[in-house]
């Protein structure tokens, strides 16, 4: 019986065993993944006790690898996934325990980690090359440059799982109110895909789709929870948690609100939708030239932006209508913005169907010398509204009357009856912005 079991093991004396147990045996090589069933059938007509792994594609979720693709599987992604092998013997009683506690692995962690296994007993020089000798052994394989190692201790599917979620790298921005509009302007060829929740911490499911090989490169993954980020989440509209939206466009005028199942796999597939590679290196500036994929404009969230250097082509001088800016000197403030809001969705409402377009900003007559003296405001706050088209010229509020909700009502109104009278800019040239440090912090609505 020994030797039968022995011979078994190297298919060699395998006939021998099928013609004493009366079956004709088969002419398959025993290199065939199905052959496994017959010499457990075998072992067993044979009077001997026989183990055996056998991963099944129909029934487990491990991917099996052989040694001639081990760098096609793990090594050519190293730089951007994370992924376990399962080195087994497959005649081992071990293994062959150790096989469903594995499978409770590779189906939690399906899509996003790649759980492999491969056999050291047909690639013993492979296994014996990355330092395997007793299995079930299981190498995990971070991201680099991070080495490869093997896992020490007792392996259990939910110690296995630990460590390779804590492994995931995070691609995520957690959104605070500091840098929620950076986040949403910089990159504008990236759609941003924003988490909100009622828990503080990212969860494993957000990092490890941040991290995808694609969307690591495409898409931008914001975290923001119900207390930190109140103000955002009504902006977007936000009324339960967890609710996932994406913003998309140059100017971020796509919103849509996920409504699908709450899994890494059907997020994925909604997120691959408007994912495309190789988006977001470089983006044509403001005045034409190319910028940094980096570089933030908040102005093109804003309910009522700045108007600056960097800023005038988007919200003004670069689109249809006619620019509202109320002058100020300093900062404006949330009362202001309320204000000008309300102005803003009055005459929008108002307007609609009638052709004119509106568009409303502010501006700091003290940051913008050379302007204020265009403008010759001597009432402050004052408000002008600014032709950019064609011919460059503006109106402006009555001496002496200062900005408020009433008098810039009357303003529009006037416009809009034919009554006002613009004066041409002198030289049909703008005076020049002035220039602002980068890590400028005046603050801004959203």
Not at 214 to 224: L, M
Not at 251 to 269: C, L, P, T
Not at 270 to 298: H, I, Q, T
Request: proline share 5%.
């Amino acid at each position: 019986i020994s030797h039968c079991h022995r011979d078994l093991a190297r298919c060699a004396t395998l006939g021998e065993c099928w013609r004493g147990a009366g079956v004709a045996p088969p002419r398959w090589s025993c290199r065939v993944a199905t052959l496994a069933m017959f010499l457990r059938l075998a072992a067993s007509l044979c009077g001997v006790a026989s183990s055996a792994v056998v991963i099944d594609a129909m029934k487990h979720d491990i991917q099996q690898i052989q040694a001639g693709s081990f760098d096609t599987i793990i090594g050519k992604f190293r730089d951007d996934a994370v992924s376990a092998v399962w080195y087994y013997k497959e005649s081992n009683a071990a293994d062959e325990k150790f096989l469903d506690e594995y499978q409770k692995v590779a189906k939690e962690l399906k899509g996003i980690v790649k759980v492999c296994a491969m056999d050291c007993e047909r690639f013993a020089k492979f296994c014996k090359d990355v330092g395997v000798g007793e299995t079930p052994s299981v190498m995990i394989y971070p991201p680099n440059p991070q080495p490869s190692y093997a896992l020490q201790g007792e392996l259990t599917s939910k110690r296995i799982t630990n460590v390779l979620t804590k492994s995931v790298p995070s691609m995520v921005t957690s959104l605070t109110a500091d840098n929620e509009a950076a986040f949403l302007t910089s990159d504008p060829s990236k759609p941003k895909v924003i988490l909100f929740s009622n828990k503080p911490k990212v969860p494993f499911m957000w990092r490890a789709l941040s991290a995808e090989m694609v969307f690591k490169r495409t898409i931008k993954f914001g975290f923001a929870t119900e207390e930190a980020n109140a103000e955002l989440a009504k902006k977007f509209k936000v009324k339960k948690f967890p609710t996932i939206v994406m913003q998309r466009g140059g100017k971020g005028e796509q919103k849509e609100v996920y409504s699908g199942d709450i899994n890494f796999q059907a997020i994925h597939n909604w997120v691959n939708l408007y994912s495309e590679s190789g988006m977001g290196d470089k983006v044509a500036g403001a005045a034409g030239g190319e910028s940094g994929s980096d570089e933030a404009k908040p102005w093109l969230i804003q309910d009522i932006p700045e108007l600056t250097g960097p800023s005038h082509n988007d919200v003004c001088f670069k689109s249809e209508g006619l620019c509202v800016i109320y002058l100020k000197k300093g900062g404006i403030t949330e009362a202001e913005t309320t204000m000008l809001t309300g102005l803003k969705n009055r005459f929008t409402s108002h307007l609609d169907g009638r052709g004119t377009v509106l568009k409303w900003m502010w501006m700091d007559l003290d940051a913008e010398p050379n302007m204020a003296e265009m403008f010759e405001i001597s009432a402050v706050p004052g408000a002008a509204v600014f032709n950019p088209h064609k011919r460059l010229r503006f109106t402006k509020l009555d001496d002496e009357v200062t900005a408020d909700e009433t008098s810039m009502a009357a303003l529009i109104d006037k416009i809009m009856g034919g009554d006002a009278r613009f004066k041409p800019v002198k030289g049909q040239k703008l005076p020049t912005w002035s220039v602002r440090a980068k890590d400028d912090k005046k603050k801004t609505e959203l």
